[in-house]
């Protein structure tokens, strides 16, 4: 499992690395969310507004599907917040399990632009994520609370982190992140979490 993680993790390297070539290519105007000629004046609503998520497969002798897609609004040019739905489910050679709830976070672009800083031509910035993250989770399968006295219950975890976003275009970027969860009692969460997301 760690090495099918490792796996996914460098082609998602390569990728990423190829969309930084690709968006060397275009243009300087073309930052996102604002460009040059909104530097001093606030975009429309609209122009702030944007949609993405991650999505995360493993197949094989455990199953682990992931799917969460995000709204999100550039409060300012370096500060978004997004929220959105979550669903996972999860199977294992002895049992299978649905895992549903709600996230919101916090993005700081700590740099918005490296090309600035570093001239090597790419639209790659870097930013710290703060993410709430309330599931829902089968009591039977986690054998918690125990004796169980609901077929659910609540599991409400924060992550922190950071990663890098490649900027596709003024409305997309693909984002890497790496994630600590502060608190991780049922081994929901990898240690680190690292998630590949998209947004536009």
């Given at each position: 499992?760690?090495?099918?993680?490792?796996i996914?993790?460098?082609?998602?390297?390569?990728?990423?690395?190829?969309?930084?070539?690709?968006?060397?290519?275009?243009a300087?105007?073309?930052?996102?969310?604002?460009?040059?000629?909104?530097?001093?004046?606030?975009?429309?609503?609209?122009?702030?507004?944007?949609?993405?998520?991650?999505?995360?497969?493993?197949?094989?002798?455990?199953?682990?599907?992931?799917?969460?897609?995000?709204?999100?609004?550039?409060v300012?040019?370096?500060?978004?917040?997004?929220?959105?739905?979550?669903?996972?489910?999860?199977?294992?050679?002895s049992?299978?399990?649905?895992?549903?709830g709600?996230?919101?976070?916090?993005?700081?672009?700590?740099?918005?632009?490296?090309?600035?800083?570093?001239?090597?031509?790419?639209?790659?910035?870097?930013?710290?994520?703060?993410?709430?993250?309330?599931?829902?989770?089968?009591?039977?399968?986690?054998?918690?609370?125990?004796?169980?006295?609901?077929?659910?219950?609540?599991?409400?975890t924060?992550?922190?982190g950071?990663?890098?976003?490649?900027?596709?275009?003024?409305?997309?970027?693909?984002?890497?992140?790496?994630?600590?969860?502060?608190?991780?009692?049922?081994?929901?969460y990898?240690?680190?979490?690292?998630?590949?997301?998209?947004?536009?």
């Amino acid at each position: 499992m760690l090495r099918i993680s490792r796996i996914v993790f460098l082609i998602s390297l390569l990728l990423f690395v190829s969309f930084s070539i690709i968006s060397a290519q275009k243009a300087k105007e073309d930052q996102f969310p604002y460009d040059q000629t909104t530097k001093n004046q606030s975009p429309p609503f609209t122009e702030r507004l944007f949609y993405g998520g991650n999505l995360g497969l493993q197949f094989g002798t455990i199953t682990d599907i992931q799917v969460s897609p995000v709204i999100g609004y550039w409060v300012l040019p370096r500060v978004a917040v997004a929220i959105g739905p979550t669903y996972r489910y999860y199977k294992d050679p002895s049992a299978e399990t649905a895992i549903y709830g709600a996230k919101g976070y916090v993005q700081f672009a700590v740099i918005q632009d490296l090309s600035s800083v570093i001239p090597f031509g790419g639209h790659t910035g870097i930013f710290l994520h703060l993410e709430d993250e309330l599931l829902s989770l089968n009591s039977y399968f986690w054998k918690w609370p125990n004796p169980f006295t609901s077929e659910r219950f609540y599991l409400n975890t924060i992550l922190v982190g950071g990663g890098i976003s490649q900027h596709l275009g003024r409305r997309s970027a693909l984002n890497l992140m790496v994630l600590w969860p502060l608190d991780n009692p049922y081994s929901l969460y990898n240690t680190p979490e690292m998630r590949i997301s998209f947004i536009y």
